[in-house]
């Protein structure tokens, strides 16, 4: 794939000089293949680019910028390459579990390095050519997000169903030593990597540190959609509970031994255990609060934050629908603001996951028609507030392609979708509520945001 210029930004030191329909080819000498190179080889502040035009010319531009600075050079695609597919079959993997009929991108399961430092994906390193192993050494590309699972490299083998899943340990191993950080996570399910075999994966990581940065320990996810699938058994609330506490004394004792956690359990490990999340600075850094650790407990202190901050939003009537994990946690925030404001008319609906199925609870993953049909008569107030995740956000629809006006037009109210930030909760609560995106035209990335 060529890297084709599509627009250059109206800032750019390249506006007037290159024409869209160009072709990037080096950079300083260096040939451009994809994002990295052309974000690592675009960094100084004297550049020669090597360009094609549209006709087979070729033509060199001398270039000067702040270091560090943007060309502002947008390519036909987002990767300066065709993204790479996962070539493993993992026991647990959501995307098989997807019911059939959904839009193509749904089903596209990537597995890229490029997608894992540039968005934060997690990766599987099984699909890594030895040049793509010493290229991520030699650009520091860094840091870098891996699916790790397990380090029993049989274990892994069956697990992932790829004969190279065992070889991953030693590629950590080789980044560890040449100062690449890894954040990890482990989709633990009971049965195949808990209990013992979870104890030594935490082991083997710990020694890698500090180039094992951080590690989320996350329950697998189950949907109704798994015939003829690897059996697999949902966790219990007793062996959350053991797992919780297996966890937590061994990310205490890595506090002694290096002065940070390095393990923590996503908040859903606590939900399934009947557990109170632990107080904010337990997750120190906030490392891994995209894959959901810690994630409800900021969100509690951000909002109470914001609300001793506030002034009087006076008689505001909303509601909010999330998932049914999170839902007693949005009520206790309801709770403390009516406490403090008793004119506030809220609710918050716990919407049960038809779709994919009820072991499946979080908010991310709530279709429109499970909204639609479990809110269609109840009493909304003003606005109806959910979670910026619950939709795509160039699109604006939901993970069945029921769009967002369609949910507005189906529930009679506005819809407001808030940010996962506890300022942003409170302010749309109190009517301050942020402006509605309108769906855009672009590179379709679903398949960047749903990948585990």
């Known amino acids: 794939m060529e890297n084709k210029?599509?627009?250059?930004?109206?800032?750019?030191?390249?506006?007037?000089?290159?024409?869209?329909?160009?072709?990037l080819l080096s950079i300083n000498g260096n040939r451009i293949i994809d994002v990295l190179d052309y974000k690592f080889y675009a960094y100084d502040r004297e550049l020669q680019l090597k360009l094609r035009r549209a006709d087979g010319t070729e033509y060199e531009l001398q270039v000067k910028k702040r270091e560090g600075g943007d060309l502002g050079l947008d390519f036909e695609s987002y990767l300066m390459d065709a993204p790479r597919s996962c070539a493993n079959g993992c026991v647990f993997c959501f995307i098989d579990q997807l019911p059939p009929g959904m839009r193509p991108t749904m089903y596209f399961k990537d597995d890229d390095a490029r997608l894992s430092f540039l968005l934060g994906n997690y990766i599987t390193l099984t699909n890594l050519a030895p040049r793509e192993i010493q290229r991520i050494i030699d650009l520091h590309i860094s840091p870098i997000d891996i699916s790790v699972h397990t380090t029993?490299?049989?274990?892994?083998?069956?697990?992932l169903k790829n004969k190279r899943a065992g070889e991953t340990i030693e590629i950590m191993r080789r980044f560890a030593?040449?100062?690449?950080?890894?954040?990890?996570q482990i989709v633990c399910c009971p049965g195949w990597n808990d209990g013992e075999e979870l104890l030594r994966s935490m082991r083997d990581l710990e020694a890698m540190h500090p180039g094992v940065h951080s590690v989320s320990i996350v329950p697998v996810g189950l949907t109704k959609?798994?015939?003829?699938?690897?059996?697999?058994?949902?966790?219990t609330r007793e062996h959350a509970a053991e797992t919780l506490d297996m966890v937590t004394a061994f990310g205490d004792e890595c506090v002694k031994k290096h002065g940070t956690r390095i393990f923590f359990c996503g908040d859903e490990m606590y939900l399934l255990a009947g557990r109170e999340l632990p107080e904010?600075?337990?997750?120190?850094?906030?490392?891994?609060?995209?894959?959901?650790?810690?994630?409800?407990?900021?969100?509690?202190?951000?909002?109470?934050?914001?609300?001793?901050l506030s002034e009087d939003p006076g008689a505001q009537s909303f509601s909010i629908a999330t998932g049914v994990s999170a839902a007693p946690y949005f009520q206790r925030l309801l709770d403390a603001a009516k406490e403090k404001y008793p004119a506030l008319d809220g609710r918050v609906y716990a919407i049960v996951n038809d779709f994919f199925g009820h072991s499946i609870n979080v908010a991310g993953l709530i279709t429109g028609q499970?909204?639609?049909?479990?809110?269609?008569?109840?009493?909304?107030?003003?606005?109806?507030?959910?979670?910026?995740?619950?939709?795509?956000?160039?699109?604006?629809?939901?993970?069945?392609?029921?769009?967002?006006?369609?949910?507005?037009?189906?529930?009679?109210?506005?819809?407001?979708?808030?940010e996962q930030?506890?300022?942003?909760?409170?302010?749309?609560?109190?009517g301050e509520l942020p402006a509605l995106q309108t769906p855009m035209q672009g590179e379709n990335t679903e398949y960047y945001r749903y990948n585990q």
């Open 280 to 308: 904010d600075e337990f997750y120190e850094e906030h490392t891994q609060l995209e894959n959901g650790v810690g994630m409800l407990r900021l969100l509690e202190t951000e909002f109470l934050s914001a609300l001793r």
């Open 152 to 159: 029993n490299p049989e274990l892994r083998r069956r697990m």
């Open 5 to 23: 210029i599509k627009s250059i930004d109206s800032n750019s030191p390249l506006r007037h000089r290159v024409e869209p329909g160009d072709v």
């Open 225 to 235: 959609y798994r015939e003829g699938l690897e059996k697999l058994e949902p966790f």
């Open 177 to 184: 030593e040449n100062g690449i950080t890894m954040n990890c």
């Open 370 to 418: 499970d909204l639609i049909a479990q809110l269609k008569e109840k009493p909304l107030g003003d606005r109806l507030l959910i979670s910026q995740n619950m939709i795509r956000r160039q699109e604006q629809d939901f993970l069945d392609d029921v769009t967002l006006q369609q949910a507005i037009e189906a529930l009679g109210v506005p819809i407001i979708p808030v």
């Open 421 to 430: 930030d506890g300022f942003a909760l409170w302010d749309a609560m109190a």
